[in-house]
C-alpha cells in the first residue's frame, strides 16, 4: 500500500458532525429577564408620557432586555439617542434612527433633554 493511502485511513473521521456547534449553544450563557421595582416602572411610565407630549425628537438613555431567540433569557442592552415617538399600537418606542424597542421590554428609560416636550402644567 502506498504511503499516501496508508495516511488518509489515519485521517480524523467526524462521526458525530454538527455536535460541536450544538455544544457551543448549549454553553453560550443568558441571563434572566431582570425585575422592574414599583418605583422603576413609575418612572418609565412617567418618561413615557412626556415623550408622548414631545414636540420633536428626544434626547434618551434606555436599558432594555433582548430575549434570545433560540433558549430562554436573552441580554440587557443599552442605547442613547433621539426618540422620534412611541408607537402605542405596536407598544415600541422608536428612535430617529429607527431602531424600535419593545415597550414591555424597557428596564430604564431617562430623558436627557428635558427642554424638548411640551410641560402642560405650566
Known amino acids: 500500500m502506498p504511503l499516501a493511502e496508508r495516511a488518509a485511513q489515519f485521517a ?16 453560550r450563557y ?3 429577564r431582570p425585575p422592574v421595582s414599583r418605583e422603576e416602572a413609575l418612572a418609565i411610565n412617567n418618561a413615557l408620557e412626556r415623550l ?11 436599558r432594555y432586555f433582548i430575549p434570545d431567540p ?6 440587557t442592552g443599552e442605547k442613547q439617542g433621539e426618540a422620534r415617538r412611541v408607537d402605542l ?8 434612527d429607527k431602531t424600535a424597542i ?5 428596564l430604564m428609560l431617562a430623558i436627557l ?6 410641560d402642560t402644567k405650566s
Open 12 to 27: 480524523p473521521f467526524a462521526a458525530l458532525s454538527g455536535f460541536d456547534v450544538l455544544i457551543e449553544e448549549q454553553a
Open 30 to 32: 443568558t441571563d434572566r
Open 52 to 62: 408622548l407630549q414631545a414636540r420633536k425628537p428626544t434626547a434618551v438613555q434606555v
Open 70 to 75: 433560540l433558549k430562554s433569557g436573552g441580554v
Open 89 to 96: 399600537s405596536a407598544r415600541t418606542l422608536i428612535f430617529t
Open 102 to 106: 419593545p415597550i414591555d421590554d424597557i
Open 113 to 118: 433633554c428635558d427642554s424638548c416636550y411640551t
